[in-house]
């Protein structure tokens, strides 16, 4: 609720309280400014309320509170409607503007009391009375006639733009809005228009579509400045230039008719003029897709037959691309023009495709594709040993190589499922001892674990790593299958030298040396190190040397060679040199988990009938399915989750393999890599 004090009111209580409120005197009365009274605080004028494009209705005038002289006063209007109502409305403001007028006639009130409002649009057309107030008190009406708005201009061109992909028509012209200003500088200003766009087919050459009639509404809005307009049509207001485009597709006609809307949606009283129609017939290069024929393997060609266009000068851009798995594919820029495609292994899962552009001057272009796909490795099938879990995996891997009941295995490895340097160094033991390697948990022995080992009947079971990895609990659950024994040591160091001398007793001529620090280089090294009937030996591969103790062991046992798998990231240079005067040192690494794979399997295997492949990205499907490829003399190469390297792919040719087993689930090896599929 608004409350107002009387001004005799006020004024009394000030002269109760010993303050003056006499009237600020005039300097002269030559000025037509309203006399000061002792019985009203406030004086001030509403000098102007014009209409600013852009802006609406602007009052201009000055105000000052004689009781407070200096102070910036809020002002609010009270406006009258032209069907009678009343209200408050209008804009917010203040005064604090110069005005050295008012200064001069009031020299005491300083020099800032002018004030400029914007009291905005409205929607009915006639005459608005505005009264304006300061402090509770109304200090100056006036009166103005509001116009409604109109809109006009003009629709200047539709026209066909072939620069783009895909290709364009494009709508220019301008409109004026006498609420607005000139062009979006003044403030984002805009003026809404809808597009109402027709398209039927054509008859006729270049007419060609797969593309029926259709309608459809395009908004947008007239912002940009058109200084030529402006220049042309100097007293036209709020002038404001467009220039939209559709992306087309089809050959045929379009029809586009614009229609500015008000600038408020609502707004009833708008005169709105449309700015017309055009329309532009858009025809098209004809001919018929390439066909493609020939070998999808590696070292085969894709061959694109011929085609002819009409018109016949027009010209074409041909692209072959790879793609597959839902990707958008990659261009392969050097057989750019080309009507052939040399197939490699980098193409392996992927659908090989030809893009090929038609074009000439003011026609749609003839955009066509021809696919063939997708590639495969011809008498290689793949295969997927899987489970629920870890657990699971290390059972079905055991199943795979122990799958006669009867004769079972003569002993099981059994290490921790949740961390890897034990089972890492285990595999290559389990294989050398004939036996299977299985995963547990640290503190409970799973049930399908134990139904597998009850399935092999083992005369021993080794539980490798010490309690912190494989509770005495689990040991206990073990024993009850069958005998059981522990080797473990401090730490993974020790466990891996103590599984050498145990698995290894009359020693070995070549050790595997990898670091305990980490499994990318590892994986694959317990299955090459199985396959050749050696160890694998942890060490701490951020050392700066190899300590006593690895020593100890490489010397113990005979070793002449050692071969260290990684790169100096991996097992450093101090590692690597001081592994024992009498041992032969070398190094088989690459750029990446996936190369050293690579590298480390063609320095062991000259052939295979089968490969196996692990993630490379976690480690417990690669244990014990290192453990499995090697006992059976295969490689384990590692993939990324949704592909395999062409490195990977040109080893399972040269190999001559004619089965690829994937190790683990979905989750770990998605089922693209099922197809071989490339990077």
Known sequence: MRRRIPAIIAAALLVVAGVSAAPLSAAADTVPFPPLSPFHNVVGSIDTIEFVAGKGLVATGWVIDTSDPRAVQGLEYQVGYPDGRTGWGGGLGGNGLPRPDVAAVYPDAGPNHGFRTELGYYEAIGTYKFCAEASFEAFACKTVSFEGERISGTFESLSLDLAPTPAQIRMQGWTSDTWLGHGSPTGGAFVPLNYSIDFVPLSGPGSTTDSGAWHHDLSSGASSDRPDVRAAHPSTPGVMGFDDHVDIDDAGRYTVCVTPQPYFADYRNASVSPLGCRSIDVRTVEGTARVLTG????????????????????????????????????????LRGST????????????????????????????????????????????????????AVSVATSLARFPDATAGAPVVYVASGQSFPDALAAGPAAAEQGGSLLLTTGADLPPVVAAEITRLHPASIVVVGGEASVSASVQKALARLAPTTRIGGADRYETSRLL????????????????????????????????????????DGGASSADTATRAALASGGTSTATVVGGVNAVSAGVAATLGAKISVERISGADRFASAVALNRSVHSSADTVYIATGMNFPDGLTGGALAGSLGAPLYL?????????????????????????????????????????
Request: charged share 15%; with cysteine; glycine share 12%.
């Open 500 to 539: 050498l001398a145990s698995a290894f007793p009359d020693g070995a001529d070549r050790v595997f040396v990898v670091t305990g620090r980490g499994y990318a280089d590892a994986l694959p090294a317990g299955a090459a190190a199985a396959s050749l009937g050696a160890p694998v030996l942890l060490v």
């Open 295 to 334: 070998t999808a393997e590696p070292g085969g060609t894709i061959t694109a037959s011929a085609t002819t266009w009409t018109p016949a000068q027009a010209t074409d851009a041909i692209s072959w691309v790879r793609s597959g798995n839902g990707t958008a594919g990659v261009e392969l820029p050097e």
């Open 340 to 391: 052939s495609y040399p197939v490699s292994t980098a193409d392996v899962g992927h659908w090989v495709s030809l893009y090929e552009t038609a074009s000439a001057p003011g026609l749609l272009p003839l955009r066509t594709w021809a696919g063939i796909g997708p590639v495969t490795l011809p008498g290689v099938e793949t295969s997927r040993i899987a489970g629920d879990d870890r657990y």
């Open 639 to 679: 993939s990324q989750s949704g592909c395999l390297s062409s490195e990977v792919i040109d080893d399972i040719l040269s190999l001559h393999a004619t089965s690829a087993v994937l190790l683990g689930g979905p989750a770990a090896i998605s089922y693209p890599v099922e197809g071989l599929y490339a990077c």
